[in-house]
């Protein structure tokens, strides 16, 4: 009877987060279509110089004619996390809620929102070098898809070296992303490029990052035991059978508004045929098959794995915006606050100030308390998002007071701890209000004036002046 009690409450549980996440998905979609719409009215009736300007511009990205950034000061690269997306997809929506205005030299890619960190890397090279990506030859082996993938006829910043770094903010699993690409330049892991080197990176901002994994991983739907297989009733069975058909029906327009990014795989009904639809359904072929995607990154044993070749470079900057929602109380770790958490996250706030690895299975690192892993954000763990801890920590200092890292100094991880849920500063500025505002000009203050590595740049935009 208790099993049974135990099995309906998790059914409901996993109704209930399938509906909210189901719900927000739509709402972000619809939101962009809407605004799409308005735009496009507006531009009918009210033609303007601007309005022409920018969809020029948004149809010559969308040929792959791209506004080329050149000279100084360094551009600012900003990442999305999971089912993310960059410009030019939604339509005019922003995954970083407009926070690219707010200096004249940013880019904001659009890469995989769900494959894995290496093959994100390796788009994010050739998006701002230029050429088609080649996501490495023993790599597409092992993994069972192809080679090579999209065809930028010309990069963002082809200039990019060693002489012209670039500094990056990587939101949730974005920071792994750049810090996965960073190594991939210090090893001269890109045919055709022998030049490359870890200076090619001049800073490196983690807002919310999944620097250690986290124990939503389990929750969702991963196993705990191995971080790699999946349950088989979960959140992330829907997620992998909604993306499957998704991709095999292959529509082009929808895709072109909103891509998983699995397109190196041919998944397309064209390609496949339905006996290939029943393989990616049975899990006998594509990504989650091979576990080239991103969740097995994301589990702690998958970061564990990723951390063991990842080093911190002692001419790159640092910075690191761990978030949480929780607060302690009679001993115990639960939401910070009900309203002030958006509705997706509140019942993974609550349950992963709970999580307690399984009893009968091996921690995932030795030394694992489950205490350390209670304070969260509803999608990361606060103890994974200061700095790189595991397999082996990376020097670091916690910031009370700015004051403490001007000038900042290259090679160490400085983080500071602040109220916010995981997705308070994406999407939807109007629920992070002035903290919005205060934790981007940060952000951007501190790359055009407290990290170079020669003389202070000039800063194009007066207000940071």
């Not at 600012?76 to 922003?94: D, T």
């Not at 993994?143 to 002489?163: A, I, L, M, V």
């Not at 701890?417 to 934790?439: M, P, T, W």
Request: net charge negative; charged share 20%; proline share 5%.
């Amino acid at each position: 009877m208790g099993r049974l009690s135990v099995g309906i409450l998790g059914l409901a549980e996993l109704f209930v987060s399938a509906a909210v996440h189901l719900l927000f998905g739509f709402y972000v979609f619809s939101t962009a279509v809407a605004s799409d719409l308005s735009q496009a009215v507006t531009d009918c009736f009210k033609p303007n110089t601007f309005n022409l300007v920018a969809k020029e511009e948004e149809e010559e990205e969308s040929k792959g004619k791209v506004v080329v950034l050149k000279g100084s000061p360094p551009p600012i690269v900003l990442v999305h996390g999971i089912f993310g997306f960059g410009k030019g997809r939604l339509g005019g929506l922003s995954y970083f809620a407009g926070a690219e205005k707010k200096d004249e030299r940013v880019l904001v890619p659009d890469l995989g929102s769900l494959t894995s960190i290496h093959d994100r890397a390796r788009e994010l090279f050739y998006y701002l070098k230029g050429g088609q990506v080649d996501y490495g030859e023993e790599h597409s082996r092992i993994y069972g898809h192809s080679q090579f993938g999209k065809t930028y006829g010309q990069g963002h910043y082809p200039e990019w070296d060693e002489n012209h770094p670039i500094h990056f903010v990587g939101h949730s699993a974005g920071v792994q992303v750049v810090r996965v690409l960073q190594q991939m330049l210090a090893d001269k892991a890109f045919s055709g490029y022998k030049n490359t080197s870890e200076d090619w990176v001049l800073s490196i901002t983690s807002l919310s990052g999944a620097l250690n994994g986290t124990t939503r991983t389990y929750y969702d739907g991963m196993q705990p035991e191995d971080g790699r297989s999946m349950k088989s009733i979960s959140l992330l069975q829907l997620c992998r059978l909604g993306v499957i058909f998704y991709d095999w029906l292959n529509f082009s327009w929808l895709k072109n508004y909103y891509n998983f990014g699995f397109d190196h795989f041919e998944m397309g009904w064209r390609k496949t045929g339905i006996t290939g639809l029943i393989d990616l359904l049975l899990g006998n072929a594509g990504p989650f098959a091979s576990g080239d995607w991103i969740l097995p990154d994301l589990t702690i044993q998958g970061s564990i794995k990723l951390n063991s070749s990842l080093r911190t470079f002692p001419n790159t900057f640092y910075f690191s915006y761990a978030t949480k929602r929780t607060r302690k109380f009679m001993g115990l770790t639960l939401p910070s606050s009900i309203l002030g958490i958006h509705p997706m996250l509140f019942i993974r706030v609550l349950q992963m100030s709970q999580w307690r690895h399984p009893s009968n299975m091996p921690p995932p690192y030795k030394g694992y308390r489950d205490e350390d892993w209670e304070d969260n954000d509803g999608a990361l763990n606060t103890i994974s998002m200061t700095h790189p801890r595991l397999p082996i920590e990376h020097l670091s200092h916690f910031v009370e007071d700015d004051s403490e890292c001007q000038p900042l100094r290259p090679g160490i991880w400085y983080y500071k701890i602040i109220e916010a849920d995981h997705i308070l500063f994406i999407v939807n500025r109007e629920r992070a209000g002035v903290q919005f505002d205060l934790l981007y000009d940060g952000i951007f203050q501190r790359c055009r004036k407290h990290a170079f590595r020669t003389s202070p740049p000039i800063v194009p935009n007066e207000s940071y002046q």
